[in-house]
């Protein structure tokens, strides 16, 4: 009796190993074979991004090619953590060791950064505490400049989602900026580049330079002697 009831369990046991081995097997050719396309697909689009080559934008000159507007760069310091996450104690202590006359923003918002300008001579230091693993990251921020100049500051005009709106930024516009690049990049799960997946798609036209007839200093000594 006792042998009947182990070889019934016995007989179970083996169909149910040999239907979940079907199973598995079934499910591979599927994934394998028929599905393949489909799922490459998906795979792509979640790894590819295509991503945006901005055009540089041309200079406002003057008459003598003093430079009058340009396009500038500064360095931002971000928190790389995500949201809701708090910045360790031991970071905060490494970080106000390496910049005690700097008073950082409470490091608490990883929506803005905790920085908007950084020195050269910072970067040097942020480097080996971002090589050890502390959150946080240095991004390069093109910004329009002017020159420190009560006229430029009144006819230079204003941009805005890299379009002139006003003044001279808006005159020559069409000029000015140019026309954006496209490339696309292979990213990991911390949405990293892959090394070598640089694709680029589309060479940026870069805008061009504009020469007023304006002499700024002539313009600036006008305005001293109103």
């Known amino acids: ?16 190993f040999f239907v979940c081995i079907a199973v598995i097997a079934a499910r591979t050719l599927y994934i394998g074979f028929w599905a393949r396309e489909k799922y490459l697909t998906e795979s792509e689009q ?9 055009a540089h934008r ?8 003093k430079k009058l507007v340009w396009t500038g760069h500064r ?8 949201a809701g996450k708090a910045f360790s104690r031991r970071w905060k202590k490494a970080l106000k060791e390496t910049f005690p006359e700097r008073n950082f923003q409470e490091l608490t918002d ?7 300008e950084l020195r050269s001579d910072e970067i040097a230091k942020l480097a080996p505490l971002i090589r050890t693993g502390c959150p946080l990251k240095i991004r390069t921020v093109r910004r329009r ?3 420190r100049s009560d006229v430029v500051d009144r006819l230079a005009g204003d941009m805005r989602n890299g379009s002139g ?3 001279w930024e808006l005159e020559y516009d069409h000029i000015l900026k140019g026309k954006n690049g ?9 949405q990293n580049w892959l090394h070598g997946s640089f694709e680029l798609i589309e060479n940026p036209v870069h805008g061009k330079d504009i020469t007023l007839t304006v002499d700024i200093e002539a313009e600036e000594e006008k305005e001293k002697n109103k």
Do not use: Y
């Not at 360095?75 to 995500?82: A, D």
């Not at 990883?110 to 908007?116: A, F, G, K, T, V």
């Not at 496209?182 to 799960?189: E, I, L, N, S, T």
């Open 1 to 16: 009796m006792c042998d009947d009831r182990f070889s019934r369990r016995l007989h179970i046991a083996v169909i149910l």
């Open 46 to 54: 979640i790894s590819v991004r295509n991503i945006t080559i901005p």
């Open 58 to 65: 041309g200079m406002i000159l003057d008459k003598n090619g």
């Open 75 to 82: 360095f931002e310091l971000w928190c790389t953590l995500r």
């Open 110 to 116: 990883w929506s803005i950064p905790l920085c908007l």
């Open 145 to 147: 400049m002017k020159r």
């Open 165 to 167: 709106i006003s003044g």
């Open 182 to 190: 496209r490339a696309k990049v292979v990213v990991d799960r911390r």
